[in-house]
């Protein structure tokens, strides 16, 4: 069962998800919908996020990746270079830097598109309608709880509550 409230302001969402947090629901179970971006203060939503260390790591991929790749090509289709180096890092150093920005640069996006939901395949959450100039707050909880959630949300500073699902 979904509880969905609607707050004219960023100060009584902030009081609900901290009542929330400390009565025991789990940051996965609520979520926040506005028409427009809302900041929260660090410690509103427990939702970490290890988006720079795997776009990090995705551009190290990437490089590698890159860098294998011209030293394969370079060693397995021998030309003659004149006394040259056959691999030399300062030649394909250009290559392996735009390789490298563009495994961040696609790390970022595929990351981005995985926390914000929309690969995750599972049961579809009902989403509230959200007039301009409100926020609205989605709760997920069970059927015996939904009384007390509403309460709370109330409590904060809730206009309008409804039941979804």
């Keep these: 069962m979904f509880v969905a409230a609607e707050f004219r302001d960023r100060e009584g969402v902030i009081r609900a998800l901290r009542d929330l947090n ?3 629901c789990r ?8 028409d427009e971006a809302i900041e929260f203060p660090r410690d509103a939503l427990h939702r970490p996020s290890h988006m720079s260390f795997v776009v990090v790591m995705g551009a190290i991929t990437l ?3 890159a860098i294998g790749f ?7 289709y021998p030309i003659i270079t004149g006394g040259m180096p056959t691999f030399s890092f300062w030649a394909t150093g250009v290559v392996f830097y735009e390789l490298t ?8 996006f595929l990351w981005f598109i995985w926390e914000s939901g929309l690969l995750r395949r599972g049961a579809r959450k009902p989403t509230p309608t959200v007039e301009p100039g409100l926020i609205a707050l989605r709760v997920e909880c069970e059927s015996n709880r939904s009384d007390g959630v509403s309460d709370l ?8 509550i409804r039941t979804l699902g």
Excluded at 27 to 34: C, E, K
């Design 101 to 108: 920005m563009l495994g961040a640069i696609i790390t970022t």
């Design 27 to 34: 940051s996965d179970d609520i979520a926040v919908f506005s």
């Design 70 to 76: 011209v030293y394969f090509t370079q060693y397995n």
């Design 153 to 160: 949300l109330r409590s904060a500073g809730a206009v309008n």
């Design 63 to 65: 490089c590698l990746v």
């Design 22 to 24: 400390s009565d025991g």
